[in-house]
């Protein structure tokens, strides 16, 4: 396995939202992608007191043009020199989405090798979409095609396509049409079963984890920090699945009493897990 040498830290540019309390967007993948060695210039999106799930909360969204101050403030500190990624999570406006996609194609014509993670937040079963829905086309039509990495869950996956994804030979197919790598989380639900499915130009892979009815806020969030922080450590892409997937287990694990994920109080157990067994698809494409 080949990794990155250590003595240079991996950077990742990271726009999503955050919360003053709890674990999730930045303040679950935030401390994830440190934990594993890599720096951080996390842009919130929008500014929480907490989940906004919780009966009272406040906050506000960080305005498209204070978004664009902050970053051009940074480039004009040399501090986005030697990115090795970049990643576009929750988007609250076409505006949000506009500006994160014009930073991305700039930094992408200075920095070839940059790569870009999308986590496209857009809802989920059964309630269907959560954002509006011109934000939704926004993220598919202008984010997506900058995404060398996107990772949807089924009904993410099937919205982005157009169409109904009901199975693993589904997702397969609409997971090959979307980017040159994509993960996607809760795909199909064998016997009580959750499947995580990446699908790349290098394979396919699959790992299963039981269904929880419970699982506190933030899993898919943390996922996709772990996948990307052990892609950027260079790690290949079937490795990075197979400890992503066993660090989320690991924390939900831990969290199952708690309304919140219990990062810090499973750190240890996170970052440095067994890698998760891994089923190789074949594919038919």
């Known amino acids: 396995m080949q990794q990155r040498n250590r003595a240079v830290m991996p950077k990742i ?14 303040s679950a993948g935030q401390f994830a992608l440190q934990r594993l060695g890599v720096e951080v210039i996390a842009l919130p999106t929008v500014v929480l007191s907490n989940r906004p799930d919780r009966p009272h909360k406040a906050g506000q969204r960080i305005e498209p043009d204070r978004l664009a101050e902050m970053l051009e403030s940074l480039e004009a500190n040399g501090l986005l020199g ?3 990624a970049v990643f576009a999570g929750y988007m609250p406006s076409v505006e949000h989405v506009e500006r994160v996609a014009g ?10 090798d940059l790569r870009v993670m999308c986590d496209p937040i857009l809802g989920d079963e059964p309630g269907g979409l959560y954002i509006p829905e011109d934000t939704a086309a926004a993220i598919r039509d202008r984010l ?44 199909a639900e ?29 899993s898919g969030d943390f996922m996709a920090a772990l996948f ?3 892609l950027v450590q260079g790690r290949p892409a079937a490795e990075a699945l197979a400890l992503a997937t066993a660090g989320v287990e690991a924390v939900v694990e831990a969290s199952l009493e708690s309304d919140e994920l ?18 190789e698809l074949e594919l038919y494409l």
């Open 13 to 26: 540019l990271s726009f999503s939202s955050q919360v003053a309390y709890g674990h999730v967007g930045h």
């Open 82 to 84: 030697g990115l090795d």
């Open 228 to 230: 990307l922080g052990h």
């Open 262 to 279: 219990r990062l810090i109080e499973s750190q240890d157990q996170w970052a440095l897990p067994a890698p998760w067994p891994l089923e």
């Open 103 to 112: 930073c991305i194609a700039r930094l992408k014509r200075g920095l070839p």
């Open 190 to 218: 064998p016997m009580g079963k959750l499947t995580n499915l990446l699908i790349c130009r290098d394979g396919g892979w699959l790992t299963e984890v039981i269904r929880r009815e419970q699982v506190p806020h933030g």
């Open 144 to 187: 997506i095609p900058l995404a060398d990495i996107v990772k949807p869950n089924r009904f993410e996956l099937g919205w982005l396509r157009g169409t109904t994804v009901t199975s693993t030979e589904e997702a397969i197919e609409a997971a090959w049409e979307l980017a040159p790598m994509v993960l996607v989380t809760s795909g």
